[in-house]
């Protein structure tokens, strides 16, 4: 089964580049079978692993980012394929 987690933060007011960059510099422990980053208006990050896993494993997530680098909380979501 193919497991994918979304973390998807909105950087402080301005501070979309740094939000980027800290993203950049974080690794996953284990191996996912793919990373992708994408960003969005709002100075908004998204991140999504697929990992070759059940649905209810145990798998390494990015941390929430420290200090006033995001607006809010982070947002995690998990989903399964069904392809």
């Known amino acids: 089964m193919t497991v994918a987690l979304m973390w998807e933060a909105r950087a402080a007011e301005g501070r979309g580049a ?8 974080q690794t996953v422990a284990g191996s996912p079978l793919r990373r992708e980053v994408l ?10 692993t697929w990992w070759d896993a059940p ?3 145990e798998l390494p997530e ?14 995690r979501w998990r989903f399964e394929s069904v392809g």
């Open 55 to 57: 649905y209810d494993a």
């Open 39 to 48: 960003r969005a208006p709002g100075d908004r990050v998204l991140v999504i």
């Open 62 to 75: 990015l941390p929430e980012p420290g200090g006033d680098l995001v607006a809010r909380p982070v947002h």
């Open 18 to 25: 740094e939000l980027l960059a800290w993203v950049g510099e």
